[in-house]
């Protein structure tokens, strides 16, 4: 069974760079695409976009001028970097595996503080 | 991006009730459209992909229909374990969009 998990700051400074990782365990990273979905305090869900194992990506219009997706095949995992955060990116951040997810990471808290 | 609106953004039900929420999208998405149910503080499970095709290992009593600009999520008899908050995803497009959700809270 695939397993993720989010690691990586939970707090940033506004107008800092987030950084988040997803390590993928109990499969490969190959041959899937990997996304990033984010869910504010309270509210629903914002789906970031995808990187696929090759590295190409796909980004939400609302966040691309940000956002930047990679992936690490030899080390089984997948990362996020979101430049510029003010506190409307204070979030939950979640990785999963597809586009369209059945297997989500726990989540991970990412408070921006001024 | 195509707009998702789910109805209603909260319900109040008991349990054994039939309950029905409805995802509209704002243009033809074809079957294209996942249902989750997420509970306080964990990850949405994926409870219908493709409008009408179950996940693994999800209670019979789950079902979705729908094409093109209107989908159904249909729990037949709520258990208590169902009283939690349900999205819309349609998988058409990219973006990919959410509904608003669903909350289902305890009658």
């Known amino acids: 069974q695939v397993q993720l998990q989010e690691s990586g700051p939970g707090l940033v400074k506004a107008s800092e760079t987030l950084s988040l990782t997803c390590t993928v365990s109990?499969?490969?990273?190959?041959?899937?695409?990997w996304s990033w979905i984010r869910q504010p305090p309270g509210k629903g869900l914002e789906w970031i976009g995808y990187v696929y194992y090759t590295g190409s990506t796909n980004y939400n219009p609302s966040l691309k001028s940000r956002v930047t997706m990679s992936v690490d095949t030899s080390k089984n995992h997948f990362s996020l970097k979101l430049s510029s955060v003010t506190a409307a990116d204070t979030a939950v951040y979640y990785c999963?595996?597809?586009?369209?997810?059945?297997?989500w990471g726990q989540g991970t808290l990412v408070t921006v503080s001024s | 991006d195509i707009q998702m609106t789910q109805s209603p953004s909260s319900l109040s039900a008991s349990v054994g009730d039939r309950v029905t929420i409805t995802c509209r999208a704002s243009q033809g998405i074809r079957n294209d459209l996942a249902w989750y149910q997420q509970k306080p503080g964990k990850a949405p499970k994926r409870l219908i992909y493709a409008a009408s095709s179950l996940q693994s290992g999800v209670p019979s009593r789950f079902s979705g229909s729908g094409s093109g600009t209107e989908f159904t999520l249909t729990i037949s008899s709520l258990q208590p374990e169902d009283f939690a908050t349900y999205y819309c995803l349609q998988h058409n497009n990219y973006p990919r969009t959410f509904g608003q959700g669903t909350k289902v809270e305890i009658k």
């Open positions: 109990g499969g490969s990273i190959s041959s899937y695409y």
């Open positions: 999963a595996r597809d586009a369209t997810p059945a297997y």
